[in-house]
C-alpha cells in the first residue's frame, strides 16, 4: 500500500470540513446527494477492519460531527442519512484508503427509500414491499400526514421536478400553492414534461388571482420554453353532465424516470394544504404503467374533458362571480394568510438609500448590479413600496425578462411586496399571446418586447 497515492490526501487540509489527530472529513467529489462526505484516515489504511482502534474511533468521531455541520448548513435539513462503507471490491470498494460516506437523505428523493442499505442487492432491499404479482406489479404505499413530520411537498416535491407527465387535480387553488410549486413545475417544463393541472370552482374557493397567474404561467412555457408543455382547465360544477352537489377531488399523477408517483388524499393546492397544515394524502410508488395507475389517468381525463380551457374571458367572468357570491359566504380556506414581510438586510437598506438619493438628484434611471442569490428580486420590491411612499399612491411595476425562473419568481416577489400595502393590486402578463398592460404589475418577456 505505500505506493498508493490516496485522491483525499490529495485535499489541501484547508478544504477539509472537519478533522481530528487521525482522520478528517472533505466532500465527495461524485456526491449522491448535496452535502455528501467522505471520512477518511490520515494513514492510508486499506479497510475500516485494518484500521486500528483508535483510528475507527477517531472516524466515527467525525461522521457524528459531519451530520451535526450538515444539520447546520444545508437547507432544508436532511430528513436522514445513510452512513457507511465499502470494504473489499466485492462490496464495491474502489478506491484502497477506508473512507465512509456520510450521505443527507430526503423525503421523496427516491421513489421508496425503504431498505437503505440493504438494497446493495437489488430487489433483496424493501421486503416489507410484496414480491410482484403474476401480472409483473409491485407498489408500495405511504402515508404523508401533514406538518409537522411529513408534509405532502415535502414528499413529492422533487418527483414533480424530474415529472415527464403529472397531472394534478384540486377543489381549489391558491396563490400561496403557486407560489411553493412554481419552481418544481417550470423545472419539469424545461425537461419536456406536459404537466395538466385541473381545478374546480366549488363554492368559488378558487382564487381568481391564481387562475390569472396559470393563464400567464402557459403563456410562459408556449413562448420561452419549447419542449415541455403546461395546460389547465376549470371545472365548473354547474356545467358537470353529472350535476355534483360537492366537488372534493385532491389527486396527483407524476410519471419520471423512476416510475409512477399516485397522490390521493385531503391536500388542495395551498401551502396550508401542502406544507403548513395537517393533511392526510395516500402516497403510491407504482411502475407508471400499472392498473390503478391507469385507472387514475382515465378518470382524470375523463374529468378533465368535461372542464373548461382556462382563458381570460372564463377568469373574468370566474372573478365576477366569486366576488358576488363571497358577499354572502366566505369559507373558511378560501383567503390565504398574507405573509409578514422580512426587514430588508444591510445591504439592501444601503442600496435603498442610495436609490433614494438618486431619485433626489433628479435621476431617472438607476441600475444596481449585485451577485446571484443575495436578493436582488427583494431590493426591487422594497424599491417599489419606497418609491409608492414618495407618490403617496401604488406605482406601475414591469418586469422583463428572458428566462421563466426569472419570471415566475420575480412576479411571486414583487406581487406579495405590493399586496402587502396595496390589497387589490392587479398583475398582468405581456408574453406570448397575451397583450395585457392594464395591471398594476406587468410580467413582459424579452421575446414579446422584442
Excluded at 373558511?332 to 444601503?350: C, K, N, T
Amino acid at each position: 500500500m505505500s505506493q498508493f497515492e490516496s485522491p483525499f490526501l490529495a485535499v489541501p487540509a484547508g478544504d477539509w470540513l472537519c478533522s481530528n489527530d487521525l482522520a478528517f472529513a472533505i466532500f465527495d467529489g461524485f456526491p449522491v446527494s448535496p452535502g455528501h462526505i467522505l471520512v477518511t484516515t490520515r494513514r492510508i489504511v486499506e479497510t475500516w477492519f485494518d484500521a486500528a482502534d483508535a483510528e475507527q474511533a477517531a472516524l466515527m468521531a467525525l461522521v457524528k460531527e459531519s451530520k451535526r455541520l450538515l444539520d447546520l448548513q444545508l437547507s432544508p435539513k436532511p430528513d436522514g442519512y445513510n452512513v457507511g462503507f465499502n470494504s473489499g471490491g466485492a462490496a464495491g470498494q474502489t478506491v484502497p484508503h477506508v473512507h465512509i460516506h456520510v450521505i443527507p437523505r430526503y423525503h421523496g428523493d427516491v421513489p421508496d427509500p425503504r431498505g437503505g442499505v440493504r438494497h446493495v442487492i437489488p430487489d433483496k432491499g424493501n421486503y416489507l414491499v410484496s414480491a410482484p404479482t403474476k401480472s409483473g406489479s409491485s407498489h408500495s404505499l405511504t402515508l404523508a400526514t401533514g406538518q409537522p413530520h411529513s408534509p405532502l411537498w415535502k414528499s413529492i416535491g422533487q418527483r414533480v421536478s424530474s415529472a415527464v407527465e403529472a397531472d394534478l387535480l384540486a377543489s381549489f387553488i391558491q396563490p400561496s400553492g403557486l407560489d411553493l410549486i412554481q419552481l418544481s413545475i417550470f423545472s419539469a417544463l424545461r425537461g419536456g414534461a406536459r404537466i395538466r393541472i385541473l381545478v374546480g370552482d366549488y363554492l368559488y374557493i378558487t382564487s381568481a388571482e391564481a387562475l390569472r397567474r396559470l393563464i400567464g404561467w402557459m403563456a410562459l412555457a408556449d413562448e420561452i420554453l419549447e419542449d415541455g408543455t403546461l395546460e389547465v382547465r376549470l371545472a365548473e360544477i354547474s356545467k358537470l353532465p353529472s350535476k355534483p352537489d360537492s366537488f372534493h377531488p385532491k389527486a396527483w399523477r407524476i410519471v419520471d424516470s423512476s416510475g409512477g408517483l399516485l397522490v390521493v388524499g385531503s391536500s388542495n393546492l395551498s401551502k396550508a394544504a401542502l406544507e403548513t397544515g395537517v393533511e392526510w394524502n395516500l402516497i403510491g410508488q407504482t411502475t407508471g404503467s400499472e392498473p390503478i395507475d391507469l385507472a387514475l389517468a382515465h378518470a382524470f381525463t375523463d374529468l378533465w374533458q368535461q372542464a373548461t380551457p382556462l382563458d381570460d374571458e372564463l377568469v373574468s367572468r370566474y372573478a365576477l362571480d366569486s366576488k358576488e357570491a363571497r358577499r354572502k359566504f366566505i369559507p373558511p380556506e378560501s383567503v390565504d394568510l398574507r405573509e409578514i414581510l422580512h426587514q430588508p438586510r444591510p445591504w439592501q437598506r444601503g442600496a435603498l438609500e442610495s436609490l433614494n438619493q438618486i431619485r433626489a438628484g433628479d435621476y431617472r434611471r438607476a441600475l444596481v448590479a449585485v451577485a446571484t442569490g443575495l436578493g436582488k428580486t427583494w431590493l426591487a420590491a422594497f424599491d417599489v413600496l419606497a418609491v409608492g411612499k414618495l407618490l403617496h399612491r401604488q406605482p406601475r411595476v414591469l418586469i422583463i425578462a428572458h428566462r421563466a425562473e426569472i419570471l415566475i419568481q420575480a412576479e411571486a416577489t414583487i406581487r406579495t411586496a405590493m399586496q402587502s400595502e396595496w390589497d387589490k393590486t392587479c398583475v398582468t402578463w405581456y408574453l406570448g399571446a397575451n397583450s395585457d398592460m392594464s395591471g398594476d404589475l406587468i410580467v413582459a418577456s424579452v421575446q414579446k418586447l422584442t
